[in-house]
């Protein structure tokens, strides 16, 4: 199948599949004689896969290594799940800066008048220098 039916059915943009096979994530199965990409089942089920992973916001080189891991019949799911619980540390300590940012935003939203007056104390938050 052509690059833009492998997007299709793996759910990713053409472009991205391009990229993908720009910087050897997922190689073509072969070109046509005009140098067209062409994918076979199995390049489609590692784009999917890494659709999937990248939806929970893996890195490509973390998509790399998990990719690797799918293909290794010899893996050790520890492997694969020391990756995982490093991403789910990684989102832990993000929702936890964002709940910051929410508290800190809140904050000073409720300080602000919100009338026709110029002093506001979010922008003033935003001028200040961090302590």
Sequence with gaps: MNVGQAAEISGLPVKTVRYYSDIG???PEGRTSAGYRVYGQSEVSKLTFIRRARSFDFSIEDCRELLGLYEDQSRRSRD?????????????RKLE?????RDELSRVAEECHGDHRPDCPILESFAAKPT
Aim: no cysteine; proline share 0%.
């Design 97 to 101: 800066e964002l709940h910051k940012l």
């Design 80 to 92: 694969v799940k020391a990756i995982a619980l490093k991403r789910l540390d990684q989102i832990d």
């Design 25 to 27: 994530l997922v190689e």
